[in-house]
């Protein structure tokens, strides 16, 4: 999680979203591993930690209150869970 505010952080994000198993991790790996000045930032769901998926895992009253803290770019719920 990032310590600071949104506005705090400067340059450009970029969001990769697709469904589930189209091979977005592999992507961004393979353009963090071939791109200087990339930077992966971490995912935070409140789903329970899955080996097969690299994520932070936060509860669902941990994740509210950390984005009304601004710890998150970018935020939002789907399929019952937090993003």
């Given at each position: 999680?990032?310590?600071g505010r949104a506005e705090a952080m400067a340059g450009r994000?970029?969001?990769v979203v697709r469904p589930s198993?189209?091979?977005?991790?592999?992507?961004?790996?393979?353009?963090?591993?071939?791109c200087t000045g990339l930077h992966r930032v971490r995912?935070?769901?409140t789903r329970a930690a899955d080996p097969t998926e690299d994520h932070d895992?936060?509860?669902a009253p941990a994740f509210a209150a950390a984005?009304?803290?601004?710890?998150?770019?970018?935020?939002w719920q789907a399929h019952g869970l937090c993003y």
């Open positions: 999680l990032h310590r994000f970029i969001a198993g189209v091979g977005k991790d592999s992507v961004i790996a393979g353009l963090c591993a071939t995912r935070v769901v895992t936060l509860d984005a009304l803290r601004g710890v998150f770019v970018l935020h």
